[in-house]
Each structure stands twice: as C-alpha cells, then as structure tokens.
C-alpha cells in the first residue's frame, strides 16, 4: 500500500513512529505537509495538487492535523475521502471533536458521564452560571485551547467572577465545568485504535498544578481501565466518528468523566509509559480497513 501521513513537520515523534511502522510493514510512506496541498475542484474529479505532482495514487491517509490549522487540514482530508482514498481519522469526526462545545453535545447524547458543564452567550449574571455547576472551586476553557494552554481553575467564587467578567469582555468563548476535586490533579488518557483499546496511561500534574498535561510538566505511568472506563473510552470515541482517538478522563466518586477526546493524540507519551508500538496498531488498522 501507499500511504500519506499528512504531518508538517517529519520530525516529530509521532509522524517518525509511523513512518517507521508503515516501512516495517513493506509500505510505501510520503509525509505530506496538509498546508501546502492545493485543493482542486472539478466536476466528478477533486484532486490534490501537492509540490510538483498530483496526489492520485494513495490508498490511505493518516492524518496528524494541528489544532491551529483544523479548518485547513480538515479540507484536505475531506478531499481525500471524495478522491476513495480511505482516512484513519474522518473529516467529520475531526471537525466534531475539534469543536469542544459539539463534541460534548454529542457525547452526553451518548449516555457519556462528563463534569457539569456550562456554556453562554457572554452571560451577564456569572454568578448564576458559577452556581450552576456546584460552585467554587471551577474550572474555565477557552474553546480553542489546548495542550492545557486556555485552561485556568478558579479557586474562589470571586476569581472565578473576575476571569468570567474580563473574558466576556474580550468576547472570548469559554465552558465552565465543575472541579473534580477527588481526582487529585491526576487524569487517564486511553487510546483508542479501531474501536478498541490499546493503551492507557495515568497522568500526574506537577505539585501545585491541576493540569496533568505532560506538556505542562505531568507524569504518566500505566494503569489498567476498569471495564467501565473502557467502555466509556470506547464509546466516546464511537460517538465522535474517530478509528483514532485519545480518550482523557477524571475518575470521580460517580464513576469516569470525560473531559476531553482528540483526534490527533500524540504517541509519544503513551508508547513510553506503556511500552507498546501503537504506531504498528494503527498500521494494522489501516491495513484492514482498506482490504474492506
């Protein structure tokens, strides 16, 4: 087979891991950075125009598409989906869990446990909306963050108030959503390959942190799911339409929420505190999907 993993950067740990999977497995592989694809529309013949050649002969794609860029890059796989060419992570569903607010809609449509959550027009009456998740302490997200960057805990009902006001006034979009206080700062990341998991990790924020980003200076280690958080990794990443996702959970006194599901999760961090090859599950999942 030949496959595109569309990736701006072929240095890093995760376009490398797959590329070297995919050569492991007797593929031919191009790294293809989805920014400088020009995406031609013509009557019954969408093409991509790629450097000095049309991109015409793949038999799947792997996207690793960056949160800045999501509008762009989820063209790009659009394009290759009307071309036949198979995508191990859909355009739909990377639009859908790129837009944090309609990813959580469609997961609690999904029966998923998540934080209470509050999202509002610029709301006036914050106090009103700092209630109606349980109150102080609580935790506020920019739409567009991530990696833990736009991510900020309000300890007190007047911190929370103050952030709230000067976000309203910079016409900033946040959700609001309760602290899951007995979690510790701590979360679960669970990967999820073709409807199954196939690694997890525990991840620890650093003394005085809430965030438990590895970015941000959090360890991981491995952990076994319960069977209920898997299945709740498993469904969520079914609700978003994503043969690829990176599941993040909080366990809390009424069972795993969800805080987040991406569709581009990084490899790094879980293959080291797993020590699995997950680039190779998802070659594997490739492989059989484009044999359907």
């Known amino acids: 087979m030949k496959i ?140 567009e963050g991530t990696q833990g960057l736009g991510v900020i805990l309000a300890e007190t009902k007047k911190a929370a108030t103050s952030v709230l006001e000067a976000f309203n006034g910079l016409k900033a979009r946040v959700i609001i959503q309760e602290f899951i206080r007995e979690s510790k700062g701590a979360d679960i990341r669970a990967f999820v390959v073709d409807g199954e998991v196939v690694g997890a990790m525990k991840r620890q924020g650093k003394e005085g942190e809430f965030r438990s980003n590895l970015h941000r200076g959090g360890s991981s280690q491995i952990i076994e799911l319960t069977p209920e958080e898997e299945k709740t990794a498993i469904l969520s990443a079914r609700a978003l339409n994503l043969g690829i996702a990176g599941v993040d959970m909080v366990q809390s006194n009424r069972g795993p929420l969800v805080l987040e599901v991406n569709s581009s999760p990084g490899l790094e961090g879980i293959e080291r505190a797993t020590r699995i090859d997950i680039a190779d599950k998802i070659i594997k999942y490739v492989e059989r999907s484009v044999k359907k």
């Open 4 to 143: 595109g993993i569309l990736s701006r950067d072929a240095n890093l740990y995760s376009t490398r891991r797959l590329v070297e999977a995919c050569l492991k497995n007797g593929h031919h592989v191009e790294v293809i950075d989805h920014l400088k694809c020009n995406i031609v529309i013509e009557a019954e013949s969408p093409r991509l125009h790629y450097a000095d050649h049309y991109l015409d002969d793949f038999d799947a794609i792997i996207p690793r598409i960056g949160a800045s860029v999501t509008f762009y890059g989820t063209a790009v796989v659009r394009q290759f989906e009307m071309m036949g060419v198979f995508s191990a992570v859909k355009s739909r569903g990377l639009s859908d869990s790129r837009d944090k607010l309609r990813s959580l809609q469609l997961l609690t449509t999904s029966g998923i446990g998540l934080p209470k959550t509050v999202f509002t027009n610029y709301s006036k009456n914050v106090e009103e909306v700092i209630d109606s998740v349980g109150g102080a302490p609580i935790v506020i997200k920019l739409l």
